[in-house]
């Protein structure tokens, strides 16, 4: 299941999770972004018993974005006992997310 965090549910959804977590930053216009949310909505099922899979607006939600220094999107942040443990800039294909999960699970 694809969740969406926002500034107000981060610290719940993400950092006090006990299982790893994946956060896409994305934006609507952008059009990279919009490429790989089949990928990650793919990947929110497969894992849906070992991980969390969420999406943040990144302008939407500027507070978050800032703090973790995103400047290009899409960028995905691997989260792992509330810390930061990896990190993907860029469209990325399934199979180097997939591996990036693997190895957090």
């Given amino acids: 299941m694809l969740i969406e965090v926002t500034d107000a ?4 959804v993400v950092l ?4 790893p977590v994946l956060v896409d930053f994305w934006a609507e216009w ?3 972004c919009r490429m790989i949310t089949p990928i ?4 929110s099922e ?5 991980a ?3 999406k943040m607006d990144v302008d939407n939600n500027p507070e978050t974005s800032v703090k973790f220094g ?3 999107i899409p960028t995905i942040l691997f989260f792992k006992n509330g810390e930061v443990v990896d990190k ?3 469209a990325s294909p399934k199979t180097i997310l997939a591996s990036k999960l693997d190895a957090l699970v």
């Fill in 40 to 43: 990650v909505k793919e990947l």
């Fill in 70 to 72: 995103i400047r290009n």
């Fill in 46 to 50: 497969e894992y849906a018993e070992t």
């Fill in 16 to 19: 006090k999770s006990d299982k």
């Fill in 30 to 32: 952008c059009g990279p």
């Fill in 9 to 12: 549910n981060f610290e719940e």
């Fill in 52 to 54: 969390v899979i969420t």
């Fill in 88 to 90: 993907q800039v860029g």
